[in-house]
């Protein structure tokens, strides 16, 4: 029979590294910033693991660095590339004085309606559908193909299309952002369907859910992670397609402004107009993943 | 009160090969009445799933049929609460409004609900928690919300697929325990779903140990190591019992010869 005996439980100071504590024990490799106490198990978690804000930082400093040095070592012509004491001086300029007759206020006043028109139209239509095809096989066979046909397509492919059918107006310009953002909407919010379990499914039936309960009380719900990232996409596309929809027919807008401005080999407005336009987007960008962390907190968590 | 019927009930489902029949269930028969603790117990592949899902509604026998009282089945409903193995609470509501949910559905008051939410809760040790949100929660915990919010519209019936299967072997114990209590305080009958011979025999007042291809009852046992528990309280002395690991080796050599059977017969390898 084998004996059980009790180990002594471990005590403070026995054991432990060879290493005595009174000599600082030596680090190997170089770290980049301080490494935080991590959760036990996180320390050699999975690759790609903590915060990047800092690091971030330090690119776009070291990239306005490298474009600060080029364009003032007389590196680069000021025609390729002005320096950003010169665009900066532009911003100045066209914010107060204007550019094609507008002012950058104006300029920016138009193109924000345009995307964010198109954005909110594109919510109130693409979200529905995709979670219709997402539950009834009726919608997803009827919208399936022409969504799958077109999205694809560049936007420049079927602009002159909608100048021949709308014109040149307004709506052309509208519709064409939101033709954009609409395809990828609605397929993010089919995929959000499909991302409820069955056991969530099945759970409400068992307690009583109508079918149009199961849609709204879970369904919804559960497509709602899928659905903020679909938006996210989607407002991106919408900004790459602004300068698309603002190429024919415009007097104003950012993308106007870069198209015009190129056109007089203006290459500080055009960069102007191009951080102009990075920074609306990559702000909206910032808002919604605030608004997503706040309305889906359980979004990779389960 | 009424009782569970499943009368002569068959499953067949279309296999993988055309005009190829899988037969699920073979001529079930089996009465639950109120108060019972039936577990089915079976190697994989043996059908226990399917007859859950019978009973729950989500699926309908080939042949037979199922009665809750004098009431034949043919869909889920609220008088008939299911625990899943996992995945099926909602993480955008918090313990609370997962444990009403069901009674939102139904339209009961607010007020009301949360009342009998909080009291389910309360009989699932988790009246500190009402507020949190389900991913906050412990695996263990997780599974007394889902136990909470399958009593919130007071079933008949407890129909539990493997819950425990997702647990640590601790915490399982722990479950298991609160589980029986449950049953003693509300007395519903309890239809369980598990792989393991022990958690089978502690839990069962009734044993169905089930055979694969096609899906049937081989044996059945009357157990009492539940109760003794209930009386006792010490699952320990009940598990190390003589009589209970008796029992235990004869369901687990019954349950390895239909593993082996099933490993040793090349019709069924179709990966």
Redo the contacts between chains.
């Keep these: 029979m084998s004996s059980l005996k009790a180990l002594p439980a471990d005590k403070p100071g026995s054991g432990g590294s060879p290493m005595s504590t009174t000599h600082p024990i030596p680090r190997r490799g170089v770290r980049l910033f301080a490494k935080k106490p991590a959760k036990p198990g996180d320390a050699f978690g999975a690759p790609g693991q903590g915060g990047s804000v800092a690091i971030s930082a330090v690119t776009v400093v070291i990239l306005l660095g490298v474009w600060f040095a080029a364009t003032n070592l007389g590196w680069i012509k000021p025609l390729f590339l002005p320096s950003p004491q010169l665009v900066f001086d532009k911003f100045i300029y066209v914010s107060t004085e204007g550019f094609a007759n507008s002012t950058l206020l104006q300029h920016t006043m138009v193109s924000l309606s345009r995307v964010f028109g198109a954005f909110l139209l594109a919510c109130v239509t693409a979200i529905p559908i995709g979670v219709l095809m997402g539950v009834s096989r009726f919608a997803r066979g009827i919208f399936d193909p022409p969504i799958e046909f077109y999205r694809p397509l560049p936007p420049l492919a079927y602009l002159p299309l909608i100048i021949i059918w709308f014109g040149i107006g307004e709506f052309s310009k509208v519709l064409l952002i939101y033709l954009a953002i609409f395809a990828p909407l609605a397929i993010a919010a089919r995929a959000g369907v499909r991302s409820v379990?069955m056991?969530?499914i099945?759970?409400?039936?068992?307690?009583?859910?109508?079918r149009t309960?199961i849609v709204f009380?879970?369904i919804l719900?559960?497509a709602?992670p899928e659905i903020f990232t679909g938006m996210r996409i989607g407002i991106g596309v919408g900004w790459t397609t602004l300068v698309a929809a603002e190429m024919v027919a415009s007097t104003s807008g950012l993308g106007f402004m870069v198209l015009n401005a190129a056109e007089f080999l203006a290459s500080d407005v055009v960069i102007m107009g191009i951080i102009m336009i990075g920074f609306f987007a990559f702000s909206f960008d910032l808002l919604m993943r605030y608004v997503e962390r706040a309305l889906?907190?359980?979004k990779g968590?389960? | 009160m009424e009782s569970m019927y499943v009368k002569d009930v068959s499953v067949t489902f279309p296999g993988r090969r055309k005009g190829e029949q899988v037969h699920a269930l073979d001529a079930i028969n089996l009465t639950i009445s109120p108060g019972d603790f039936v577990v089915a117990l079976g190697a994989s592949g043996c059908g226990k799933t399917t007859l859950l899902s019978l009973m729950?509604?989500?699926t309908s026998p080939s042949k037979g049929e199922l009665l809750l009282g004098d009431m034949q089945i043919d869909?889920?409903?609220?008088d008939?609460?299911?625990v899943?193995?996992?995945?099926?609470?909602?993480?955008?509501l918090n313990v609370i409004d997962n444990a009403e949910?069901?009674l939102?559905?139904?339209g009961v008051p607010r007020a009301q609900r949360r009342e009998i939410a909080a009291g389910n809760l309360k009989l699932v040790g988790l009246q500190d928690f009402h507020q949190h949100?389900?991913?906050q929660l412990s695996g263990g915990m997780q599974q007394r919300v889902g136990i909470a919010?399958?009593l919130?519209?007071d079933p008949a019936m407890l129909?539990m697929d493997e819950p425990m299967a997702a647990l640590d072997a601790l915490t399982r114990e722990t479950i298991q325990e609160l589980l029986l209590h449950v049953w003693k305080k509300t007395n519903k009958m309890i239809f369980f779903i598990t792989h393991s011979v022990e958690e089978a025999l502690f839990l069962a007042s009734r044993l169905i140990v089930m055979s694969p291809r096609p899906g049937r009852i081989t044996h059945q046992y009357e157990l009492d190591f539940n109760r003794r528990f209930l009386e006792t309280g010490d699952a320990r002395a009940v598990k190390s019992s003589a009589d209970f690991i008796e029992m235990r080796e004869c369901i687990l050599s019954i349950i390895y010869g239909d593993e082996k059977a099933a490993q040793a017969s090349p019709e069924v390898i179709h990966v």
Excluded at chain 1, 202 to 210: L, N, V
Excluded at chain 2, 75 to 78: D, E, F, L
């Design positions: 379990s056991e969530q099945h759970a409400a039936y068992s307690m009583g859910a109508s309960q009380y879970v719900k559960a709602l889906v907190p359980w968590k389960v | 729950a509604g989500f869909g889920p409903g609220c008939r609460g299911v899943f193995q996992k995945h099926a609470l909602l993480p955008w949910f069901g939102k559905l139904q949100m389900i991913y919010r399958a919130s519209c129909l």
